[in-house]
Nanobody
C-alpha cells in the first residue's frame, strides 16, 4: 500500500485545513487508517484513526472536538478535517495504514505498517 498525503499549508489561529491521504496498491477498504503528527523537535504522536467500515473513529484528547477523520472507500482516501487550529497543532502530519489482516484501531505508532510521506501544517498566532 502506498499513501500520499496532501493539503498541508499555513493558516492562522482559529483557521481550518483539510488533509487528504490517497491510497494505492492495495485494497483500501481493508485497512484501518490513522493520522499521526510530529511537531518540531518532538516525537510522532497519534491524532486520529478510523475503522475499516468508517465507524468508531477515535481521537487524541488534544484534537477531540476540533478534528474529524473520515474515509471514502470509493475514492481510496482518508481525510482529516481540522478546525479551530492552534499554534500547538503545527507539525508534519502523516497518514498511516494498518495491515489489512488487522481490524482493531490502534493509537500506537508501531501498530501501523504503511506510512505516507507527511504534509506540513503551520499554524501562526
Amino acid at each position: 500500500v502506498q499513501l500520499q498525503a496532501s493539503g498541508g499549508g499555513q493558516v492562522q489561529t482559529g483557521g481550518s485545513l483539510r488533509l487528504s491521504c490517497a491510497a494505492s496498491g492495495g485494497t483500501f477498504s481493508s485497512n484501518v487508517m490513522g493520522w499521526f503528527r510530529q511537531p518540531p523537535g518532538k516525537e510522532r504522536e497519534f491524532v486520529a484513526a478510523i475503522s475499516k467500515a468508517g465507524g468508531s473513529p477515535v481521537y487524541s484528547d488534544s484534537v477531540s472536538g476540533r478534528f474529524t477523520i473520515s474515509r471514502d472507500d470509493a475514492k481510496d482516501t482518508v481525510n482529516l478535517q481540522m478546525s479551530g487550529l492552534k499554534p500547538g497543532d503545527t507539525a508534519v502530519y502523516y497518514c498511516a495504514a494498518r495491515s489489512p489482516r488487522i481490524t482493531v484501531i490502534s493509537r500506537t505508532r508501531s501498530s501501523y505498517t504503511y506510512w505516507g510521506q507527511g504534509t506540513l501544517v503551520t499554524v501562526s498566532s
